[in-house]
């Protein structure tokens, strides 16, 4: 069963999502730019996490995969989806501008790496010290960064409104991983371990 | 993982990891070890453990062990690693035995 699902990045939302088809009795087998497919399981059979590996080169990402498949989880690799398809498109053309935006968008394309492990009754967590959870959302608040600057940029230069607008949604995005990045760095400096 | 930043004290997952690798094991074993060891009060996700041997290796304190292209990648502690975990002990006996005196629990 193929489903055609779009995400505007907050990943937590999509987490929940995909741990509602596993209880409904639905596993992830496969993901493409903008389907996720699945066959039937066991209800609650699979749990479910995202990383964000945009910032890792190819090889580094395929890695790191590959070491969470030796741990015995199962990995899928996702586009993050801008949404309203605008965010991609950017990202496409920039890539023929140059080298270093050709690099971000073959990211991008695979920027997040969905991870399945068979469901255990605890939480599913990737990312357990503060520091690290910390480290995690200001990775991944640094594509919609770069995204809202370029349409405010945009707006800027063509003056219409338009962008501004896509520019905010994309702010926000930001905000929400800010707000996450600066929660788990407070509680890294107070809490020990 | 932020050792060596005030008075060299190691994070406790860094001092697990290390003591872990005494005996060769692989990512699985690293992360089933300190859940047992710690009774499941620590328990490591993948991330922040592909970060932390990340790390490690790049200090020169674990390797990689065995056939390094095969699957199920095994890492062994290095003897400046043991050193690290030499120098965290003695300064964890210092700290038990000041708490001790100060705290009147001499055995």
Request: with cysteine.
């Amino acid at each position: 069963m193929k489903k055609i699902r779009f995400y505007s990045g907050l990943i937590n939302l999509q987490i929940r999502w995909l741990d509602k088809m596993s209880d409904r009795g639905y596993r992830l087998v496969g993901t493409g730019k903008l389907w996720y497919e699945f066959e039937p399981c066991e209800p609650s059979a699979y749990r479910y996490a995202i990383d964000y590996v945009g910032d890792k080169s190819k090889t580094e990402a395929k890695e790191y995969a590959d070491f969470l498949e030796d741990i015995g989880y199962r990995t899928y690799f996702k586009n993050i989806n801008l949404n309203l398809d605008l965010g991609d498109l950017v990202w496409e053309k920039l890539a023929d501008k140059g080298d270093f935006f050709a690099d971000r968008a073959t990211a991008m394309d695979r920027a997040l790496l969905i991870v399945e492990k068979e469901n255990d009754g605890k939480p599913f967590e990737l990312h357990t010290t503060y520091e690290d959870r910390a480290l995690f959302y200001r990775k991944l608040m640094m594509p919609y960064l770069l995204l809202f600057l370029l349409f405010a940029a945009l707006g800027l230069f063509t003056k219409m409104c338009g962008w501004f607008a896509v520019a905010a949604v994309f702010l926000f995005v930001c905000i929400v991983y800010l707000i996450d990045h600066l929660k788990m760095k407070k509680l890294s400096s107070l809490v020990e371990g | 993982m932020r050792d060596n930043v005030k008075g060299g004290a190691l994070t406790e997952v860094t001092f697990f990891i290390l003591l872990s690798l005494y005996e060769p094991k692989h990512g699985y074993a690293i992360m089933q070890f300190i859940e047992e060891m710690t009774e499941g009060r620590l328990s490591l996700g993948a991330g922040t453990l592909y970060g932390a041997i990340n790390t490690l290796l790049e200090k020169g304190w674990i390797k990689p062990y065995g056939d390094v292209n095969g699957r199920q990648k095994k890492y062994v502690i290095t003897p400046d690693g043991k050193k690290a975990a030499k120098t965290e002990l003695a300064r964890l006996r210092k700290l038990v035995d000041f708490a001790s005196d100060t705290m009147g629990e001499r055995s």
